[in-house]
């Protein structure tokens, strides 16, 4: 299993409008594409900005290309994402997963 984690950095205000814009865009993406087994949305506050990070897990490579594109690290924004963001950040992490869970 793959884990594409992706990361970016918000206001405090703007975090929870930020976390419903990415559960109607990516997450909608991430979770229709064939090949992904889940995503989850993880959000922490640092004093006056929020870090979000979506977690997504995948059963190959290939699924990935098909929502990321042919380049996987590249991170993928929609159109309302800099209006909420920080900044860009241009990569994302991806770990090969081994789940023990029952």
């Known amino acids: 299993m793959i884990v594409r984690k992706w990361h970016g950095r918000t206001k405090n205000k703007d975090a929870y409008g930020y976390r419903d814009y990415v559960m109607e865009?990516?997450?909608?993406?991430?979770?229709?594409?064939?090949?992904?087994?889940?995503?989850?949305i993880w959000q922490q506050q640092d004093g006056d900005?929020?870090?979000?990070?979506?977690v997504s897990w995948w059963n190959s490579l290939e699924s990935i290309k098909a929502f990321a594109?042919?380049?996987?690290?590249?991170?993928r924004y929609y159109d309302a994402d800099p209006d909420y963001l920080l900044e860009l950040e241009r990569n994302v992490k991806h770990y090969e997963c081994y789940d023990f869970s029952k």
């Open 69 to 75: 594109g042919e380049d996987i690290t590249i991170a």
């Open 25 to 40: 865009t990516g997450i909608k993406n991430l979770i229709s594409t064939n090949g992904n087994i889940g995503a989850q």
């Open 49 to 54: 900005i929020t870090h979000i990070w979506v």
